[in-house]
């Protein structure tokens, strides 16, 4: 069966620190999709990034970098020098090649305050 | 501007009736999902569409039904058999079904009592 785990339910940092979202997932398939996806308070889900499973090469996008890691499940995101605007509860998804079902963790708040 | 409107925002009903929530989308896309979002959890899937004149059940299907008559309009009927319909609700689409992100409407919260 395939499973995503969001262990971090809430995160609080101050402006500028970094922070990590955690994002451990499971599946027998050998080649998949691993997603993160970004909701702001207005509730409409914003895509970040889709990662191939045979592409393990870290990733960075501006601020935000992704890592990861097949020996371990994870695919984990880092935010750097937080902003105030990065408040959100993100999300991360599984999905199989060929299969249209999307299998999302339970997501991590972040509240980044001033 | 390109995109998924869903309409509307907040929606109100009595226990009993069944309501159907809209969704569009002008990005020429061929899959459509309905998603389900309770508070503290992840989506969860109703129902998909890969073509026009087709679609399937997800996980949570119970309780809904779906049309796709034109390749832009998505709606989902929330029925009064769904033992629990009070929830957001996301409609989301792809450029074809299977390897390619899903890009999300607003959403609709339902609020049925």
């Known amino acids: 069966a395939q499973k995503v785990t969001q262990a971090q339910t809430e995160i609080s940092v101050v402006e500028k620190e970094d922070v990590t979202l955690d994002c451990v997932y499971e599946?027998?398939?050998?080649?998949?999709?691993l997603f993160w996806y970004k909701q702001p308070p207005s509730g409409e889900l914003v895509f970040l990034i889709r990662?191939?499973?045979?592409?393990?090469q870290n990733e960075i996008s501006g601020r935000y970098s992704w890592n990861f890691q097949k020996s371990t499940s994870s695919f984990n995101f880092t935010i750097t020098a937080s902003q105030v605007v990065d408040s959100a509860v993100y999300f991360c998804?599984?999905?199989?090649?060929?299969?249209?079902?999307?299998?999302f963790g339970t997501g991590t708040r972040l509240q980044v305050f001033p | 501007d390109g995109g998924i409107t869903q309409s509307p925002k907040y929606l109100f009903r009595k226990e009993g009736q069944n309501v159907t929530l809209s969704c569009e989308q002008n990005?020429?896309?061929?899959?459509m999902y309905w998603y389900r979002q309770d508070p503290g959890q992840g989506l969860r899937l109703i129902y998909y569409?890969?073509?026009?004149?087709?679609?399937q059940k997800g996980d949570i299907a119970e309780g809904y039904s779906v049309s796709r008559e034109k390749k832009e309009s998505f709606p989902l009927t929330v029925t009064s058999a769904q033992k629990n319909p009070t929830a957001f609700y996301l409609c989301?689409?792809?450029?074809?079904?299977?390897?390619?992100?899903?890009?999300f409407g607003p959403g609709t919260r339902l609020t049925v009592t």
């Open positions: 989301a689409s792809s450029i074809v079904a299977g390897d390619y992100e899903q890009y």
């Open positions: 599946t027998r398939d050998t080649t998949y999709y």
């Open positions: 990662r191939n499973s045979f592409d393990e």
């Open positions: 998804a599984l999905s199989g090649v060929g299969t249209d079902k999307l299998i």
């Open positions: 990005l020429n896309h061929d899959a």
């Open positions: 569409s890969q073509i026009v004149n087709d679609f």
